[in-house]
């Protein structure tokens, strides 16, 4: 998918209650699950040890953990859009955060975002954005959240 380029913070008001981007799909290997393992300590067996997760898993695999699908959108978001204006954005929070459907090793994974309100603040903007991750080939989704961001300008 190209990249969206949104040229400045007041272009951002026309796009509230509009989806503004997709982004590519990016694959979820078992590398990646092993490195997010090793970042958090969480090696528990569903998501590090292949061959017990094939056996004993109802997935039939490894899955990736929720916080990797959800620590994966920020990157997905940056691949798919540009911000343009003010100096800085940072993360602000989380409304809602749900996992839908488990990520197996192997899956890919892309993210639809969706501007769900805006509203100025001291020295810029609160920017709400609602997050969609689909794993491909799948109805379910990965991941929904709604993701706060404030960016100062």
């Not at 800085?88 to 993210?111: C, E, H, K, Q, T």
Request: proline share 4%.
């Amino acid at each position: 998918m190209p990249k969206i380029t949104i040229h400045s913070l007041d272009e951002l008001k026309d796009w509230v209650g509009k989806e503004v981007a997709a982004s590519d799909w990016l694959q979820v290997d078992q590398a990646r699950i092993d490195r997010f393992a090793d970042a958090t300590g969480d090696h528990q067996w569903i998501h590090v040890d292949p061959a017990r997760a094939a056996a004993e898993s109802p997935f039939g695999a490894t899955i990736a953990h929720g916080y990797l699908t959800l620590s994966l959108i920020p990157h997905l978001m940056m691949e798919t859009l540009d911000v343009q204006g003010g100096r800085m954005s940072i993360n602000y929070g989380l409304n809602r955060v749900r996992f839908a459907a488990p990520v197996r090793a192997g899956d890919r994974i892309r993210a639809r975002f969706t501007l769900a309100a805006l509203e100025d603040i001291a020295g810029g903007i609160q920017l709400t954005w609602h997050a969609l991750v689909e794993i491909e080939g799948q109805h379910k989704p990965a991941c929904v959240a709604e993701m706060i961001a404030r960016r100062y300008a």
